[in-house]
């Protein structure tokens, strides 16, 4: 079965950078998108930042030039690198999939959408203070 597995969270100053890190496994499909997503308490869950197998890549507007996404495809892993961290970035941060057709996970990471995605991890806390 599919298994997302984040990591790399922590507490850190408004302006610093942390890099979460998504190791994925037991995916049986060719084509993909994987993404990040985020969810502070009360609020609803919002799409970050997604890529596909070929390495387009698709991100929120509030982050940006702040926020970059990319995976080491030898190792199975995503990373979410963040930058100018701001207090409104703390939220626990998902790691996300969906294993289809070259253009169904084209479709998903432009989107942004977290109903599109079908395999979660489990969460990484991130919290930015003042």
């Known amino acids: 079965q599919v298994q997302l597995v984040e990591s790399g969270g922590g507490s850190v100053q408004a302006g610093g950078s942390l890099r979460l890190s998504c190791a994925a496994s037991g995916y049986t499909y060719s084509s993909y998108c994987m993404g990040w997503f985020r969810q502070a308490p009360g609020k609803e869950r919002e799409g970050v930042a997604a890529?596909?197998?070929?390495?387009?890549?698709s991100y929120a507007d509030s982050v940006k030039g702040r926020f970059t996404i990319s995976q080491d495809n030898a190792k199975n892993t995503l990373y979410l690198q963040m930058n100018s961290l701001k207090p409104e970035d703390t939220a626990m941060y998902y790691c996300a999939a969906v294993f289809s057709s070259s253009w169904y996970s084209d479709y998903v990471c432009r989107q942004l959408s977290h109903a599109d995605f079908n395999y979660w991890g489990q969460g990484t806390q991130v919290t930015i203070s003042s």
């Open positions: 890529i596909g197998k070929n390495g387009r890549t």
